[in-house]
Structures are given as structure tokens and as C-alpha cells.
């Protein structure tokens, strides 16, 4: 009796009797003569040598100025004081509530810039790929998900002193990648024909994927119509000195966890030297309608600004 049902199973199990399944499909053995090699690479470079001219016709056509301001002049402004530091340490020297150090660059644009133009910040040298650094996020706080208990791939940048509640607090955004994110604050000028300082419009909106916007990074929502309140028993990563709710004070769409810079760091780069996008200009300003025209220019680099808090 089991021997029998063994056997009709045995014979249902039988794959059907198609070459594909019974494995006799026909092989082709590739045989790398000489002759059939020079067509192959022939053949390929007619398709690949086109599309390299019209590659690099494009590449050409952008045109790109690179300012480094490593070692520009490091302005402090320390309460209504202005000098000039020379050494390297300018945020060491700050006293006052919102001094700030900064740097002034006077550049030339000899050719027109046709927009639309972007402004990118550059480092090098810098591995936000690091096995640890990459990790170090809590992906269900920035959903918005908030939790007293942050994940343990923050640490050790879970939880900090908190200035104004005067105890620890966990830190919203919490991690590695948070708490070093990129803040110098870039401000163009152009000069006119008539040596005015204008000005150069730029928009800090819609750099960040439209993926992370709508989806990876979410704000808690609303309490009593604050995004403070709803931080509330949250401080902010060490190394800022504002908290995530005043990134961005002036539009609500880009506060929080939606701050498209905090989006856009947040996107790890994959090697060490990299850009990323900071800014667009806004081409429906009267007079960058074009791009950005030759001429002069000034940019300001603010990269340091202390912000005391007084615990309430
Ligand atoms: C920086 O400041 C020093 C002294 O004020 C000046 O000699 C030098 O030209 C400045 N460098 C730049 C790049 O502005
Ligand atoms: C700085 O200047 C502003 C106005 O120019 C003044 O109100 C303020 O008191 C000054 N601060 C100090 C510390 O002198
Ligand atoms: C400024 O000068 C440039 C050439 O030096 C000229 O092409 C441009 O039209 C001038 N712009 C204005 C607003 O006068
Ligand atoms: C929100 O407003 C209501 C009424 O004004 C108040 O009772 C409540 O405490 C507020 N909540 C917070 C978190 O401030
Ligand atoms: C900017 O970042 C540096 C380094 O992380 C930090 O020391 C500084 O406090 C930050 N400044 C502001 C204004 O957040
Ligand atoms: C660009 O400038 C125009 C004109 O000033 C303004 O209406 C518009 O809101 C600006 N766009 C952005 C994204 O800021
Ligand atoms: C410093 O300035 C910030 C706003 O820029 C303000 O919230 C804070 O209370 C000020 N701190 C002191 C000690 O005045």
C-alpha cells in the first residue's frame, strides 16, 4: 500500500515534458576568434563613441566655479566688535549672545552663468560612509514617531544636558550624522555697475529628495499650533546651537525634521570628498531671470554663532 502511493507521486511529480523543463535547451558557446572580437569592439564603438562626444558636449556646456574658503579671514563680531583672526580658532573667542565669526570672499564671474544655477557646499576628506557614522540615526524619530527611549545606534549621541529644562534630555535628532550637520551659512551679493550690494536671491526649498520630504523625515505635528510643544522633553544634539524647531524659523513647511539641509546632510554620502546641494536661485527675481551675469560678487560665509539659552 505505501510502496504504491510512493510511486503514483513519484510519477505526478514529473515535470512536464517541454525542453525549458527538462533542461535540453540549446547552448551557445561564445568562441573569441579574432575576427569575431575586432566586429564585436566595432560594433561597440560606434554606439559608444557618439554618445561620448554628446556626453562630454553637455558636461562642457556647465560651467562651474569652485571657492574654497578654507582659509579665508575669519571675521568674529563679538557683541558690536569686529577684528580680524588670523589663528585657527574663531568660535573659541565668542562671548556675547549672537556673535558670530565670518568670512568675506570677493570673487569675479568672467563668464555669463546661464541659469538655472545651484549653489553646492564641498567637503573633502570627510567619510560620512563610516560604518558606524552611517548607522548612527534613529529612523522612526525622524518619522516623527517621537520616543523617550532612543535607539540605541545613537549613542553616544542619545541623550545631553538639557540648558534650559537644567536635566538630561534625549536629543531630537539624535546620532552621529544629526549632530554634525553642516551649518555654515552661505549669503551672496552681487555689486552693480554702480558698486550696490544686491542681494542674490536664493531658495532653500526643494534641494532634498522628494522621497525624504514626503516620506523618511516627518514632523511630530503640531501642539497648541507649536513645533516647540511638540519637542517638548527633547533637547537639541550637542554640537548645534539652536534646537530643530528654529532651523528654520521663517517657513513652517521647512522646520523640524522637513528642513531640507538637515535632509540633505542626512543623506549620507557614499565617498569622502562630496557635494551637496545647498541652494537654487530664484531666476524670477528681476535681474537673475538669465542666471547669474559676469561682474562682481562677494560671498559671506557665517560659520559660527553662539546662542546662549537661560534655563527657565
Ligand atoms: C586677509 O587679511 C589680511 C590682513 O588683514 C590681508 O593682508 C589679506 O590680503 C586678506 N586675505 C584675503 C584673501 O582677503
Ligand atoms: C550693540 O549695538 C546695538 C545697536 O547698534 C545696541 O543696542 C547694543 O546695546 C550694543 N551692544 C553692546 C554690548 O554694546
Ligand atoms: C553693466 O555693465 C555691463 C558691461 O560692463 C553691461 O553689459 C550691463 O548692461 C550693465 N548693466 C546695467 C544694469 O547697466
Ligand atoms: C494647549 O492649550 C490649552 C488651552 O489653551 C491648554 O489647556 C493646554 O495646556 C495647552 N497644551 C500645551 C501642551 O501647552
Ligand atoms: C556648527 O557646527 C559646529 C561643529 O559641529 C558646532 O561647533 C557649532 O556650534 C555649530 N554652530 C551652530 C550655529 O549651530
Ligand atoms: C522667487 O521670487 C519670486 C519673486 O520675488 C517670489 O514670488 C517667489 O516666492 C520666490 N520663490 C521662492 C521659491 O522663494
Ligand atoms: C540669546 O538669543 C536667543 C535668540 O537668538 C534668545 O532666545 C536667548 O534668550 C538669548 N539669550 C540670552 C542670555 O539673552
Not at 561564445?30 to 569592439?41: E, K
Amino acid at each position: 500500500m505505501a510502496i504504491g502511493e510512493d510511486h503514483e507521486r513519484k510519477v505526478n511529480r514529473k515535470p512536464a515534458d517541454t525542453p525549458f523543463k527538462q533542461q535540453h535547451l540549446q547552448a551557445w558557446q561564445p568562441l573569441f576568434t579574432a575576427g569575431n572580437v575586432y566586429i564585436f569592439f566595432f560594433v561597440i564603438s560606434i554606439v559608444a563613441i557618439p554618445l561620448g562626444i554628446s556626453i562630454l558636449h553637455v558636461s562642457n556646456q556647465v560651467n562651474e566655479l569652485v571657492i574654497d574658503y578654507t582659509r579665508c579671514n575669519r571675521t568674529i563680531t563679538d557683541s558690536n566688535k569686529t577684528s580680524v583672526d588670523t589663528g585657527i580658532a574663531c568660535y573659541e573667542h565668542l562671548s556675547h549672545n549672537n556673535s558670530k565669526c565670518s568670512c568675506t570672499i570677493s570673487f569675479k564671474i568672467e563668464q555669463d552663468m546661464m541659469g538655472p544655477v545651484f549653489m553646492y557646499y564641498g567637503l573633502s576628506n570627510y567619510y560620512q560612509n563610516h560604518r558606524r557614522y552611517v548607522k548612527s540615526a534613529d529612523e522612526y524619530q525622524i518619522l516623527g514617531i517621537l520616543s523617550n527611549d532612543v535607539s540605541s545606534e545613537c549613542e553616544p549621541f542619545g541623550k545631553a544636558f538639557d540648558i534650559k529644562a537644567n536635566k538630561e534630555l534625549p536629543i531630537a535628532p539624535c546620532g552621529a550624522i544629526a549632530n554634525s550637520l553642516f551649518n555654515d551659512t552661505l549669503t551672496l551679493y552681487k555689486f552693480s555697475n554702480f558698486s550696490e550690494r544686491i542681494l542674490v536671491p536664493l531658495i532653500r526649498t526643494d534641494i532634498a529628495w522628494a522621497f525624504d520630504k514626503n516620506v523618511n523625515f516627518q514632523n511630530p505635528g503640531f501642539i497648541n499650533g507649536s513645533l516647540e510643544n511638540a519637542f517638548d522633553g527633547f533637547t537639541k544634539p550637542r554640537n548645534w546651537q539652536k534646537y530643530v524647531w528654529e532651523l528654520d524659523i521663517e517657513d513652517p513647511t521647512n522646520n523640524g525634521f522637513q528642513n531640507e539641509d538637515l535632509m540633505v546632510w542626512m543623506r549620507t554620502a557614499g565617498l569622502p570628498s562630496f557635494k551637496k546641494l545647498y541652494r537654487k536661485i530664484n531666476h524670477t527675481e528681476p535681474g537673475f531671470e538669465n542666471g547669474l551675469l559676469r561682474g562682481d560678487y562677494e560671498l559671506i560665509v557665517d560659520y559660527g554663532m553662539l546662542i546662549k539659552y537661560k534655563s527657565i
